[in-house]
């Protein structure tokens, strides 16, 4: 014997409210509870997939054997450098955690970044 299950939910004015986000607006409030709930972090990791576009900001991955992140680097931070950032190189950032909304990626934004010498993964590959 078969049941026929029905999808009607009964009458509108009975029907719980449904709080329906967007995408923009889901976007939006991750972000912002992502970056209220991280203060400045200090995170060490190895630089791959470099990007330097034209606009003069840097665009990498720190990783280390087990997980990776996206970075930017806007171009008014890394015009101060002492210098120059190469993938494989292992460095020291201080950055904020967040999201971009139009993707919705993570990411940290870098707002200093030093050397900790050559990384695990470039001496393991060499």
């Known amino acids: ?13 009975t029907r719980p409210q449904r709080d329906v ?6 976007n939006r409030e991750v972000r912002m509870r992502i ?12 630089i791959s997939n470099l990007s ?12 280390d054997p087990q997980a990776q992140v996206r970075c930017a680097m806007f171009r008014a931070r890394n015009r ?6 190469r993938d494989g190189m292992q460095v020291l950032v201080r950055a904020r955690a967040g999201l971009y909304e139009a993707r919705g990626d ?3 934004v870098v707002e200093h970044m030093e050397t900790a ?8 590959f060499e």
């Open 1 to 13: 014997m078969r049941t026929m299950l029905s999808l009607d939910a009964g009458p509108l004015e």
């Open 21 to 26: 986000y967007t995408i923009s607006r889901l």
């Open 35 to 46: 970056e209220g709930g991280f203060p400045l972090l200090w995170v060490e990791g190895e």
């Open 52 to 63: 330097r576009p034209g606009s003069g900001h840097l665009y990498l991955t720190l990783k």
């Open 80 to 85: 101060n450098l002492a210098f120059v950032p």
């Open 106 to 108: 993570f990411q940290l």
């Open 117 to 124: 010498g050559d990384g695990a993964l470039r001496r393991a």
